[in-house]
């Protein structure tokens, strides 16, 4: 009987590879390096990294605190003003016809403005503090003019859709239409 050893393959050459990094290839000296990145910690071994650590960050002052609070709050405030012009344009395109897609965005167009302005104390509790509580009033008051603005965008388009009852006719039962005077007929051209 012969002696049957079992056939290894060798390894695939990304093992190897992972196994033995290739040299480190250092960078043109025109290159400056990204900062809070040192190409000295890189190029020595993996073994003896010397990182120097950066000093750790300082607390804010409840001063800037209250900057950077009322600073998010008028992101938030000016929020709806930055959706105004896109809603405006899927208004238009929706057409004055009654249609699911039209009435939808009609819809829309209530029920977010509404719901913000319902929600405003809790959009800017988060902001709020004893210190900067006159300013995120102002904050509110704008983003509550936003919001009216939203709902005007919707009550413009009910009123193209000839939704609002805003003719004489409208209101009064016995009102009836006008009758033109002439009537024009267009010529037919041979």
């Given at each position: ?18 196994a ?42 409840p ?13 938030v ?114």
């Amino acid at each position: 009987m012969t002696d049957l050893k079992p056939v290894v393959d060798p390894a695939p050459r990304w093992v190897t590879d992972l196994a033995n990094p290739p040299p480190y290839k250092s960078k043109p000296a025109s290159i400056p390096d990204p900062p809070g990145y040192s190409s000295q910690a890189v190029s020595g071994s993996s073994k003896k990294k010397d990182v120097s650590r950066p000093a750790p960050r300082e607390q804010p002052s409840p001063e800037k605190m209250d900057q950077l609070k009322l600073k998010k709050a008028w992101e938030v405030a000016l929020a709806p003003a930055k959706n105004l012009p896109m809603t405006l344009i899927m208004m238009y395109m929706s057409g004055n016809s009654l249609q699911i897609f039209s009435i939808m965005m009609v819809f829309m167009a209530f029920k977010n403005p509404i719901m913000g302005l319902l929600s405003t104390n809790q959009a800017f509790e988060r902001f709020e503090t004893d210190s900067n509580r006159g300013s995120i009033l102002q904050v509110k008051a704008a983003y509550v003019l936003m919001q009216v603005l939203a709902l005007a965008v919707g009550v413009w388009k009910i009123n193209s859709m000839g939704l609002l009852p805003t003719t004489r006719s409208d209101w009064l039962a016995w009102e009836v239409r006008r009758e033109p005077l002439e009537h024009a007929v267009p010529a037919l051209s041979l």
